[in-house]
């Protein structure tokens, strides 16, 4: 009875939280989407499609054109970058997708949303060009009946990611433009609660001991990592290279998620600890490390994902 009074809150935890995800998983997941769906080049899309409350999410059925493909089809999210798991070639470089958007409605003005182009991009529609820029884009046009080309050329120099891994998100202005509103609340929210807490805890540290810190810091971390979405939002200075600083603040929180856990559970000071936080503070350095090496080696970016699985 004793061990079970110690037990039912985590165990409560995460049972909550499992329903939690398992809810958001199936109620705000892109690829659990219902039709329309691309296929062969081609979307058909009529009226309804566009006057609902979520957007259509343009993931199956674009043909791909880069250095080594010629009108391949794919689905936006089957490869992290243009390497598609040939370690020989570099994961960079130049790409063209394309997909043919079949209406069949009256004229309506619609906007599509595309999250994260790696890295500098051209968004055309029937060979006029509508956007171009660095990072995230969005294109707002009349749809008319008939066949429209949407063509998003990208071009990508360094970091994990290259042509369009992101699914566009097509819909009414009114759709997409809620849409981003409640995904920007919900980043700042992300954002700001941790910072809050960070600085507040803060000011306990010379007080409050050692967990006190090491939960400022987790926050401090979790606030850095979560403000990457407002960096590429606002095609920030150097934002082609803010996946260093995402990824050393991701590092960072694992290991105030062990030290805190080493501290709460009372082994610290265990030789264990001792091996596993040199592990843990050795592994950073070597992915960062990797990450400088991917432009110019291109297996590089395979390893640096494999470790990073493991860390």
């Not at 960070?198 to 939960?215: D, E, K, P």
Request: proline letters at 5%.
């Amino acid at each position: 009875m004793g061990k079970w009074k110690i037990w039912w809150q985590p165990c409560l935890v995460l049972a909550v939280l499992a329903v939690l995800l398992t809810v958001l998983f199936y109620t705000d997941n892109k690829y659990q989407t219902p039709p329309p769906y691309g296929e062969s080049g081609v979307i058909t899309l009529h009226e309804p499609d566009l006057e609902k409350d979520t957007p259509v999410f343009l993931i199956d059925g674009w043909v791909l054109l880069d250095g080594r493909a010629t009108d391949r089809l794919t689905y936006i999210g089957e490869f992290s970058n243009l390497q598609r798991r040939d370690l020989s070639v570099s994961p960079h470089g130049w790409a063209r997708y394309r997909m043919t958007l079949r209406y069949d409605g009256e004229p309506c003005m619609v906007s599509a949303d595309f999250p994260y182009l790696s890295w500098q991009y051209v968004i055309s529609l029937d060979g006029m060009q509508l956007a171009r820029g660095a990072g995230s884009g969005q294109i707002i046009f009349w749809l008319t009946p008939g066949d429209h080309v949407l063509e998003v050329e990208t071009l990508s120099r360094q970091g994990y990611y290259s042509g369009m891994y992101f699914p566009p998100a097509l819909g009414a202005v009114r759709t997409v433009s809620q849409v981003n509103r409640m995904q920007g609340f919900a980043y700042a929210l992300a954002f700001l609660f941790p910072l809050s807490l960070a600085i507040f805890t803060f000011f306990l540290w010379r007080t409050g001991g050692s967990l006190n810190r090491w939960f400022g810091l987790l926050c401090g971390c979790y606030a850095l990592y979560m403000f990457r979405y407002f960096v590429f939002l606002f095609s920030m200075p150097g934002a082609q290279y803010w996946f260093l600083v995402q990824n050393l603040a991701l590092y960072g929180l694992y290991f105030c998620v062990a030290r805190l856990t080493a501290l709460a559970s009372g082994v610290s000071s265990g030789r264990v600890w001792k091996w596993m936080q040199a592990v843990l503070l050795a592994l950073p350095v070597i992915l960062l490390s990797l990450s400088l090496f991917i432009p110019g080696w291109s297996p590089a970016v395979f390893v640096h994902g494999r470790l990073t699985d493991f860390y």
